[in-house]
């Protein structure tokens, strides 16, 4: 055993004084040493349940012959950051999350892990944290909030977004917008929607590294707790079997993971996050996979933000099995190995399909015929960005340039009615080294969705979008704006042409005879996290990931 190191032997005998001081006798610390980390938080219904389903998960490494230890992880969520400073905190979270894993785990020499996790970049963070420490460990979803309802209508918080334009729109007063307000988040889970929380849940099951169909029970149904039990017990079996994470991290389980999060339109979120884990398992994964993989699977999940349902509603019409049965079926999964102990085709072969389900759609009569992502370059984006399809059929956009140097900026000009339709919005200054940080931009894009925009626009950025966000969009911008991005030189009224087939962002303005006219109007950091986070964090393309880049400055 790994513990071995810190609890045999007469030199070891003040580590086991201070284990004995927590309750643990000697047949305790003699037991393999399971990890059981959460990122449990009263600050929102996201990971508010972890705490309890911790207890769950340690009864069943209890019981299967392992000693518990649980600590816990930070969160940062983006559901309350989005649109303020705050949100510069949440992808940096996620470096912190897995590197706190990865210190405590290994600074206690323990012998397993599993990873309970809720809102959006602890999930991921999980992820990288497993693939980086490779030792038997596994990670369970807190699961999805149940949908609010609004005059007898199902909601979400994306919906409380779009209510926010609406309201500056003149669409709906302010007693409605409190009614939308008070009524979209009735209790514990992530946010509802094929948001980039259940984006994430379903891909690190498809990944191999969460147990097939735990993920998709919601956070209140009363199974949860039972799924949480299971997965102590199944740490213990992976323990013995020597079983570590990376063997479930490889390039096809990876691409696995990417085809049922195309085949759901689920958040860009997904590509910075897959990129990272991959280079924490040591994989080469390109962004382009998921321009490839887009490109021959249609969505069949219709699901929100550009569909109808919710992952509440997945869950009860089959869920990741079903999902994973159709896709199978089509020829566009490969057969790998999960923590369950069986194969994901053994996992989808038991899937139970719901009598009647309109959420996963068969093949032959898809949502859209195309995935949710597009992978493009160009004269604004040599690097790359990420093409968000979700929720419409365009693939190609002609427009006017918009610019702003930060999405404060772009806010205050949405709310005030100054964007029109056939402009092509600009937002810079918001990449990883720039915000610092990396920005979503939820707030704006709902805005203008809640304007009736979402058509008529599109929105091109060196930051992200929330996995709410829907309509055309085009983030990640490589090189961004603070890295001398030619993001940093276009003007307004600049034509901008996003077209997805040719794979090209791209305008006719002279770039290159313009000076790098972008100058910072985001205060710059000097000090703390995001300082250490802007002077070593890689590019959005290679996932944003600061765990090997040296200092830029």
């Known amino acids: 055993m790994q513990s071995d190191a810190i609890?045999?032997?007469?030199?070891?005998?003040?580590?086991?004084?201070?284990?004995?001081?927590?309750?643990?006798?000697?047949?305790?610390?003699?037991?393999?040493?399971?990890?059981?980390?959460?990122?449990?938080?009263?600050?929102?219904?996201?990971?508010?349940?972890?705490?309890?389903?911790?207890?769950?998960?340690?009864?069943g490494i209890l019981a299967a012959g392992g000693t518990p230890i649980e600590f816990n992880t930070i969160a940062v969520t983006d559901g309350i950051a989005m649109g303020t400073a705050g949100m510069r905190a949440s992808l940096a979270s996620r470096e912190l999350i897995a590197d706190s894993i990865e210190l405590a785990v290994r600074g206690h020499c323990l012998d397993g892990v599993v990873v309970l996790c809720g809102c959006d970049k602890t999930i991921p963070a999980a992820a990288m944290a497993l693939a980086r420490l490779d030792l038997p460990g596994l990670m369970l979803y807190g699961g999805s909030i149940l949908p609010g309802c609004h005059k007898n209508r199902d909601i979400t918080i994306q919906e409380v977004f779009e209510a926010v334009g609406a309201h500056a729109a003149g669409k709906i007063d302010d007693a409605e917008l409190t009614a939308i307000e008070t009524s979209a988040c009735p209790g514990a889970g992530a946010c509802g929607g094929q948001f980039t929380a259940n984006t994430m849940a379903l891909a690190t099951t498809f990944l191999g590294l969460a147990p097939m169909g735990l993920n998709d029970i919601p956070a209140v149904d009363p199974s949860k707790t039972d799924a949480a039990y299971a997965c102590g017990e199944r740490v213990m079996e992976l323990f013995r079997s020597n079983t570590s994470a990376r063997s479930f991290v490889t390039a096809t389980s990876l691409r696995n993971a990417a085809v049922a999060c195309t085949a759901t339109a689920g958040s860009t979120n997904t590509v910075l996050h897959l990129v990272a884990i991959a280079r924490e398992a040591g994989i080469d994964f390109s962004i382009d996979e998921f321009h490839a993989i887009s490109e021959r699977t249609p969505v069949i999940g219709d699901l929100k933000p550009g569909g109808r349902y919710m992952a509440p509603d997945m869950?009860?019409?089959?869920?990741?099995?079903?999902?994973?049965?159709?896709?199978?079926?089509?020829?566009?999964?490969?057969?790998?190995?999960?923590?369950?102990?069986?194969?994901?085709?053994?996992?989808?072969?038991?899937?139970?399909?719901?009598?009647?389900?309109?959420?996963?759609?068969?093949?032959?009569?898809?949502?859209?015929?195309?995935?949710?992502?597009?992978?493009?370059?160009?004269?604004?984006?040599?690097?790359?960005?990420?093409?968000?399809?979700?929720?419409?059929?365009?693939?190609?956009?002609?427009?006017?340039?918009?610019?702003?140097d930060s999405e404060d900026a772009c806010f205050a000009a949405v709310q005030a009615r100054r964007i029109v339709a056939g402009d092509v919005v600009v937002i810079r200054g918001e990449g990883p080294v720039g915000g610092p940080g990396m920005r979503e931009m939820l707030a704006v894009t709902a805005a203008l969705v809640g304007q009736g925009l979402g058509g008529e626009i599109a929105l091109i950025t060196d930051g992200r979008f929330s996995g709410a966000t829907y309509g055309f969009m085009c983030g990640?911008?490589?090189?961004?704006?603070?890295?001398?991005?030619?993001?940093?030189?276009?003007?307004?009224?600049?034509r901008i042409v996003i077209d997805v087939e040719n794979r090209t962002l791209s305008t006719d303005a002279d770039l290159a005879s313009r000076d790098t006219e972008w100058t910072a109007i985001n205060e710059r950091v000097y000090t703390g996290a995001l300082a250490k986070y802007a002077a070593q964090v890689s590019s959005a393309s290679t996932g944003a990931v600061t765990a090997f880049p040296p200092p830029r400055f």
């Open 7 to 59: 609890k045999t032997g007469p030199s070891r005998a003040a580590a086991r004084a201070m284990l004995h001081a927590t309750g643990l006798d000697a047949a305790a610390i003699a037991k393999p040493l399971i990890a059981v980390v959460h990122s449990w938080s009263d600050v929102s219904p996201c990971n508010i349940n972890l705490r309890d389903l911790a207890q769950h998960v340690r009864r």
């Open 315 to 404: 869950y009860l019409a089959g869920g990741s099995r079903l999902l994973g049965a159709r896709l199978k079926d089509a020829g566009l999964l490969s057969d790998e190995p999960t923590v369950s102990g069986k194969s994901l085709f053994e996992e989808v072969a038991t899937f139970e399909e719901r009598e009647g389900q309109q959420v996963i759609r068969p093949l032959d009569n898809p949502v859209k015929a195309r995935g949710g992502y597009g992978v493009i370059y160009g004269n604004i984006a040599p690097d790359g960005c990420v093409v968000k399809l979700a929720g419409h059929a365009q693939l190609r956009f002609e427009g006017t340039a918009r610019v702003f």
């Open 476 to 494: 990640h911008i490589c090189p961004e704006a603070a890295l001398g991005g030619p993001i940093g030189k276009l003007r307004d009224g600049d």
